[in-house]
């Protein structure tokens, strides 16, 4: 590429959709702005990033190559069939659990929620993995937290629809998500497309600017969390939203 960027492709294709919350967070919130000009940000300055950010939504990303076999469309329909299941049951799993079984809710659940992608086929193949695990302490009188709890836990599990036929079909995805085994011919480069990228480039540079300034005049955390700038603290434990 003969083009220098500044930062990374991957953290330049993320800048899109931050600079959009950062902006529809200065446009929702009086207190934000007003504090925002104090630190120097003109209506010059905001349509500028409004500017970049349409600029590079109107380039179009280029599309890498894809060798579409018949094994890479079933990675594909698998990875989505994951993705659209973890979020809904993951949410009435956790809350089930976390009613009648607060310990082995901790163990499920820690440091696991719902996610897309590739993370929607680790969070799923993380929550089968302990299941299985559950499930074999309580045939084994070995407690994961306790006899009491791993039991009901997986009583839980059961009657709302984990069954083994269930976990069955949901590893066979997981499987399938991972992708084939065998070994693909080796796919042609692809230039990106230099001007967008050099426009998400200059996007990135103000984003870094502003949202710098934003951290030093804004000290609430919930002005941030609302700019995208920050993330709500969960407590360990407590159930997924």
């Not at 890479?72 to 949410?91: H, M």
Request: include cysteine; charged fraction near 30%; aromatic fraction near 6%.
């Amino acid at each position: 590429m003969a083009i220098e960027l500044d930062y990374s492709i991957e953290v330049l294709e993320a800048t899109p959709a931050r600079v959009a919350k950062f902006l529809q967070g200065i446009g929702a919130v009086a207190f934000i702005r007003t504090r925002l000009a104090a630190g120097g940000m003109s209506d010059d300055d905001i349509e500028e990033g409004r500017k970049l950010l349409l600029a590079c939504l109107a380039e179009r990303k280029a599309a890498a190559p894809e060798l579409d076999t018949e094994e890479a469309k079933a990675t594909r329909e698998a990875q989505a069939e994951l993705d659209a299941w973890d979020e809904p049951n993951f949410a009435r799993y956790n809350g089930a659990l976390y009613r009648v079984a607060r310990q082995a809710h901790a163990y499920m659940f820690e440091d696991l929620k719902a996610s897309s992608g590739p993370e929607a086929v680790k969070g799923v193949a993380t929550f089968l993995a302990r299941v299985d695990k559950l499930e074999k302490a309580v045939k084994a009188g070995t407690p994961v937290t306790t006899k009491k709890e791993d039991a009901q836990a997986m009583e839980v599990l059961v009657t709302r629809g984990l069954t083994r036929d269930e976990r069955k079909r949901l590893k066979d995805l997981v499987d399938i998500a991972l992708g084939p085994t065998t070994t693909l011919p080796e796919a042609p480069e692809v230039d990106p497309n230099e001007d967008r990228l050099l426009k998400l480039n200059s996007l990135k540079g103000w984003f870094d600017d502003w949202s710098a300034t934003a951290r030093a005049v804004l000290k609430k955390r919930g002005y941030l969390i609302r700019l995208g700038l920050a993330n709500r603290k969960v407590a360990k434990g407590e159930p997924i939203e």
